[in-house]
């Protein structure tokens, strides 16, 4: 890499820490050092909202594993976008009005109210263990990326993963949300920029036009062929993406605590959705800007073949920003990718400190405000320097594509069931619920093994958790529950 190049990236890394300390705002306590109740309201405030809602959910891990899909599956990776209106129906007509009908402090209150306090710790122990290995899979991610565009050997894989996961875990801690949310709506308009100059550069270098690009691609390739086949084993097919999509959406959108938070430092439920669906049309253009980013390497690599090309696909994006890029250009796809990657970083380790401190210790009236929130800043430094040294181990795991679906599947899967049953207007025993949960991270787990596509996961984990929840409450006695276990 270049002296511009590492500039780029050094200057851009302590603009954003400063970003996220100078933003932190008051922090009396810990509602605002986790949920910041109420700071992001108006238009600005929503709006950096909306845009740090799309950038937790996006990362080095998208960066790397979009393009690659497409590149190898075409534009059947891309149907997922059609249920993103499905994902906005339900939770502007359904899920907000429901979930802020009274006014909760912490994002799993609303768990607790309805099944108590067993059921909530059940839920925050399965946010924990999915969001600890996903931040390392965060950390990771970025460091294939860097290692191969800069032609680093394998002594430079823990500096970079020590350097990447601790300066993320630092204007965490000092910024809260505050810092989290401003700095993920910065990262989030870097992210979009960057992808539309690496399109731009490919087509520029392409001597051909958009429509004979098109064409070729056609005559010569499958990328622009939806795959229809009903068969569960293939790893991508339409109903796949559709079905395991919408799942998998609907579970980060009404059962992860990072998305929660949002939702409450909004402030209100207008605020909420409107948030929301900002965020729905900012990912919207990213999964369109990374697809295209895929389908622009496989036109690439068409009229330019290239013997040393990755045989793995997650690899040929890195490999293309090494050998391809101009100089400046390449320092700009690295700060993109740490920005994509830091932004859901600190989102994760400020969401899960919050589940440590609110769903886990009870401290009560015990400990005054200004120690409780010294507590939280200890947890986060806690939580980003153990997801720094796990991500170390992530390699041995296996396609970063299957990892996520995975991991998703299996912990927010039974989540979004759980959330699902908590806003119902049906009774369901705490103790059953408690029950579906576990079986469904089980069912999870058994589809993860199968044959099945690793898209499945979700859709199967999920309907598993309410069907058992319902199913075990009728059998041991439809017993109407006592006024406080009623959603409100």
């Not at 709006?47 to 594993?65: D, E, H």
């Amino acid at each position: 890499m270049s002296l511009i190049d590492s500039l780029i990236v050094i200057v851009y890394l302590a603009a954003i820490v400063s970003v996220g300390v100078g933003c932190r705002g008051k922090q009396n306590n810990i509602n605002d050092y986790f949920t910041a109740r109420d700071g992001f309201g108006g238009f600005i405030g929503t709006s950096m909202v909306g845009l740090s809602l799309g950038a937790t959910l996006f990362s080095a891990l998208s960066f790397v594993v979009f393009p690659s899909v497409v590149y190898t599956y075409g534009i059947t990776a891309l149907s997922g976008v059609l249920c993103f209106p499905i994902a906005y129906l339900v939770l502007r007509y359904w899920f907000i009005p429901r979930y802020f009908q009274k006014d909760w402090n912490s994002p799993y209150d609303v768990i607790e109210h309805r099944f108590g306090r067993e059921t909530r710790v059940v839920a925050s122990v399965m946010f924990v263990i999915l969001r600890l290995c996903w931040m390392s899979a965060l950390i990771y991610a970025p460091v294939v990326v860097v290692m191969a565009s800069c032609g680093l050997d394998r002594e430079w894989f823990w500096p970079l993963i020590l350097s990447i996961g601790l300066v993320s875990t630092v204007y965490t801690v000092v910024g809260g949300i505050r810092g989290v949310i401003v700095t993920d709506a910065i990262q989030f308009l870097l992210i979009i920029l960057v992808l539309l100059g690496t399109i731009t550069f490919v087509l520029v270098k392409i001597p051909l036009s958009m429509q004979e690009i098109s064409d070729y691609l056609n005559n010569n390739t499958e990328l622009l062929t939806i795959n229809w086949s009903l068969d569960p084993t293939i790893t991508m097919t339409l109903w796949a993406m559709l079905i395991g999509s919408t799942m998998q959406n609907l579970s980060s959108f009404t059962a992860d605590q990072m998305s929660l938070q949002r939702y409450l430092a909004s402030g209100n439920a207008q605020s909420a959705t409107r948030a929301f669906g900002m965020s729905m049309v900012a990912t919207t253009i990213v999964l369109f800007l990374l697809a295209a980013v895929g389908l622009t390497l496989g036109a690439w690599y068409n009229y330019h073949p290239d013997p040393l090309l990755p045989n793995d696909a997650e690899r040929v994006f890195p490999y293309f920003v090494a050998t391809r890029l101009p100089i400046g250009f390449l320092g700009m796809v690295i700060a993109a990718i740490l920005a994509a990657t830091m932004s859901s970083i600190t989102s994760g380790i400020n969401a899960l400190s919050g589940s440590l401190m609110n769903d886990f210790a009870s401290f009560g009236n015990r400990v005054e405000s200004k120690r409780l929130l010294n507590y939280a800043r200890v947890a986060s430094a806690g939580i980003g320097v153990l997801a720094t040294i796990v991500a170390g181990y992530v390699e041995n795991m296996g396609s970063l594509f299957d990892i996520v679906n995975i991991f998703y599947g299996i912990f927010l899967g039974p989540l979004l069931g759980c959330m699902f049953c908590t806003l119902g207007k049906f009774y369901i025993k705490s103790s059953m619920m408690i029950t579906a949960m576990i079986v469904g991270c089980g069912v999870g787990l058994w589809v993860a093994y199968s044959p099945l596509s690793s898209l499945w996961v979700s859709a199967f984990s999920s309907v598993a958790t309410v069907l058992i929840a319902w199913g075990g409450t009728m059998v041991l006695g439809n017993r109407k529950p006592s006024p406080s276990a009623r959603p409100s």
